[in-house]
């Protein structure tokens, strides 16, 4: 998402553009169609009103989607299901809580959007709830619901301002499952663009005024470069020296359950606050699947091994109302890269994250979930691609009018 963003932002601002993808198109955006049921890799959601939504609008592109049914989520504690609190009315109505616990969790909630998050970089997440106090069930749901919102779970290592700046984004606007998978997204970044899959890149290297890219079936010369290779290594591969990053941290993972069921399962969403699970019926609201049919997704925020996880995951669904002979098409995915790695509180939170520039040359640039001062998840790979591919495209023009 991040090369393709880059790619459409130049190419729309005049540049010539080349995309070099040594597999399918999308990453881990992309799609696949089984039997009439359209599968993610894994849950996926988009926040309505973050900086990825603005991205795409400078595109006009408008994802088209739904929001999931909040109200009808249970929150999973001590095996039984209660009403997950996600607002004022749902906090008063669940058993998931003490009284004194709920007061607690209306504070927060209530105070978390006048919150400064750039005050809370160098602060884990852990360490914010520990100045907190909260009561054990308390945190225990505070803790669920930022997994909801982030996909990660180590909250030892992860900056607090990047988790209320996300439970923040989510409050104002929720979020919509897209219409046919994400691979709308996919489709829409691409249109018009050239390029050239199963071409994987060896190197990228100055070559006087200008870049020269080493590929799988030849040499590419050009004016600017931006890198969306996935992760902070497989960027460093490629170029001739270390841009110097600092330890950004392993990937955040997950173990996903994707399944095409023949109806729509109850009570179908499910978080639960007593471990690193959460199951989705993703289709309906999104259209993905046969009338009547229904698509679930099910996680495990930070995958262990398949022999611990699967079993979990099998149980999730039966407990969201899937049963084998729902069950039409299915696919386990036993460690799924959700990003390539988190903001990190010793290394500053989002504000420590690679610049777009960081590279150490000044006309190659490097985009991903990863990179760049804003959002997490496709919001942080969408802004980067944004402002990777606009400063790639000022940078090759002004190359080419020096040439001439």
Known sequence: MAGLCAATH???????????????????????TRDGFVLNMGAHALYRGGPGEAALAQLGIIPDGAPPPMSDYSGMVDGRMEQLPTGARSLLRSGALTLR??????????SLPRMDPARLRRTSVTEWLGDLALRPDAESLIRALFRLGTYAS???????????????????????????????????????LDIRTTTGVTSVVPAGPSISVECSDGCISAGAVVLATGGPDSVRSVLPDDPEWPDLGPPVTAACLDLGVDRVPTPGYILSLDDPLYATVQSPPARQ?????????????????????????????????????????????????????????????????????????????VAGDWVGPSGLLVD?????????????????????????
């Open 154 to 192: 180590d909250f030892d290592a992860m900056s607090a301002d990047a988790v209320v700046g996300q439970m923040q984004l989510a409050a104002k606007g929720g979020v919509v499952y897209l219409h046919g998978g994400w691979d709308q997204l996919v489709a829409a970044l691409s249109a018009g």
């Open 101 to 110: 616990s709920k007061v607690q969790v209306a504070r927060l909630l209530a």
């Open 289 to 365: 699947s046969p009338p009547g049919g229904a698509v679930v997704c099910a996680l495990r925020y930070g995958s262990r091994s398949a022999a611990e996880d699967r079993p979990q995951l099998d149980d999730l669904v039966a407990a969201a109302g899937v049963s084998r002979a729902d069950i039409v098409v299915e696919r386990f995915l036993a460690s799924m890269t959700v990003t390539a790695t988190m903001p990190r509180a010793a290394l500053g939170g989002l504000a420590g994250r690679p610049s777009t520039n960081s590279t150490g040359i000044p006309a190659v640039f």
């Open 10 to 32: 130049a190419q729309r601002q005049g540049s010539r553009v080349v995309v070099l993808e040594a597999h399918r198109t999308g990453g881990r955006a992309r799609c696949v």
């Open 380 to 404: 942080a790979a969408l802004a980067s691609g944004a402002d990777a591919g606009q400063r790639a495209g000022r940078v090759a023009r002004q190359a080419t009018k020096l040439e001439t």
